[in-house]
């Protein structure tokens, strides 16, 4: 399975960002975690973050005929795209949305996830193992839509 992990605004900023919240590792950290625990998973993985919410519609576009699924954290977008969703919806890949913090015991506006819609689960409030999870999510989505073949 082939899956790419995309994040969105600011997240380039971990480990300097808000580290009580997000923690003290970095992007690149976050990236390697993922990367080792896909090998174990016999899963290949591809990488994009963007602070520029156009470029992230690009990259799901571009996803389409060459990844199997989607994990993303929207960051700020997840509570502000219909892009994002339409995006998603668009090139109908099952999708993960995961999130770094609780976002469900933050700020109200943070309350709204538009992408949520697309999206076969959501992650939250698990550090960098929720990327984890979304990847064991999608193996397990891709083996029941197999049996159901
Ligand atoms: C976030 C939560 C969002 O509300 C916030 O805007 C982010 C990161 C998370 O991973 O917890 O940038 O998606």
């Known amino acids: 399975m082939k899956i790419l992990i995309i994040n969105g605004p600011n997240l380039n900023m971990l480990g300097i ?3 009580e919240i997000y923690g003290r590792k970095t992007y690149q950290d976050l990236v390697h975690y993922i990367e080792g625990a896909a090998e174990a998973l016999d899963v290949s993985t591809g990488f994009y973050q963007s602070n520029h919410e156009g470029d992230l519609v690009d990259v ?3 996803a389409y005929g060459k990844y199997d699924g989607i994990i993303i954290n929207p960051a700020a977008y997840t509570h502000t795209s219909v892009a994002l969703l339409d995006a998603v919806k668009a090139v109908g890949l099952p999708t993960v949305e995961v999130h770094i913090s609780d976002v469900s015991t933050r ?14 689960g959501t992650i939250a409030g698990k ?15 891709e083996n029941g839509s197999e049996e159901h073949q």
């Open 107 to 120: 700020e109200e506006f943070r309350q709204v996830s538009y992408i949520r819609q697309a999206v076969i």
């Open 60 to 62: 799901i576009q571009d």
């Open 17 to 19: 960002r808000e580290p």
């Open 127 to 141: 550090g960098f193992d929720g990327y984890v999870e979304a990847i064991k999510l999608l193996l397990a989505h």
